[in-house]
């Protein structure tokens, strides 16, 4: 089945502690992105990437990290997590960038007490 | 700076309504439109719209594009409790290739 899978599901943590949530395309996408939503902002994109080893900064990259050493993964790392990056994060992918839809993962509720 | 506004943030229809809802852009280098419904999960795709005038249609919705007037719209006709959901819209490019900038988003609550 074609799916972009994250993972966990659901994460609390503590400020400061290192944190990586995964993602991972199984159709071959070239473009992947994440992206936080909070209430009455939308989904706002943190980074993307157009091919393995070509990452760039979306709208809010600041306290982010991304990698894209392969094809179907590209994990999010917060390496000093804040309070102010609770959120709901969502790793999407398409098949290019231009002109194709998005799929998305189900989603991670993360906590950051 | 790129920008995307829908209109309204929230509305409120009895079953068998029509409604529209509002996506206005400014995107630089604009090539596409896309449009998500999102019910508590991932959102899913429902159209993407490249050329202006031309009607995206599936079921009881349908969207249309105005490159002139910078928008779109999204209408579901015949409303029903399962079209209860937040409806995004999004435009790929602007000030850098590979962005995509998202509205705040509709949400669309259908009471029986």
């Known amino acids: 089945e074609a799916q972009v899978t994250q993972n966990p599901r659901y994460l609390i943590t503590v400020t400061g502690k290192k944190l990586t949530v995964t993602c991972s395309q199984n159709?071959?996408?070239?473009?992947m992105s994440w992206y936080r939503q909070d209430p009455g902002l939308g989904l706002r994109q943190i980074y993307y990437?157009?091919?393995?080893?070509?990452?760039d900064k979306g709208d809010v990259p600041e306290g982010y990290k991304v990698s894209r050493k392969e094809k179907r993964n590209f994990p999010l790392i917060l390496e000093s997590p804040s309070p102010n990056q609770t959120s709901l994060y969502f790793c999407?992918?398409?098949?290019?960038?231009?002109?194709?839809?998005?799929?998305f993962g189900q989603g991670t509720r993360l906590t950051v007490v | 700076e790129d920008k995307v506004v829908q209109s309204p943030l929230s509305l409120v229809v009895h079953e068998g309504d029509t409604v529209t809802l509002n996506c206005s852009y400014e995107?630089?280098?604009?090539?596409?439109l896309l449009w998500y419904k999102q019910e508590k999960k991932a959102p899913t795709f429902l159209f993407m719209l490249?050329?202006?005038?031309i009607e995206k249609k599936s079921g009881r919705l349908s969207s249309i594009l105005d490159k002139k007037e910078l928008f779109s719209i999204l209408n579901i006709t015949a409303t029903q409790t399962g079209d209860s959901a937040v409806y995004l819209c999004?435009?790929?490019?602007?000030?850098?290739?590979?962005?995509?900038?998202f509205g705040q988003g509709t949400i669309l609550t259908v009471h029986p």
């Open positions: 990437s157009m091919n393995v080893e070509v990452t």
């Open positions: 995107v630089t280098n604009f090539r596409s």
């Open positions: 999407a992918s398409s098949l290019r960038f231009q002109n194709t839809e998005a799929f």
């Open positions: 159709m071959n996408h070239e473009y």
């Open positions: 999004a435009v790929p490019g602007g000030t850098s290739y590979g962005k995509l900038t």
């Open positions: 490249t050329s202006s005038g």
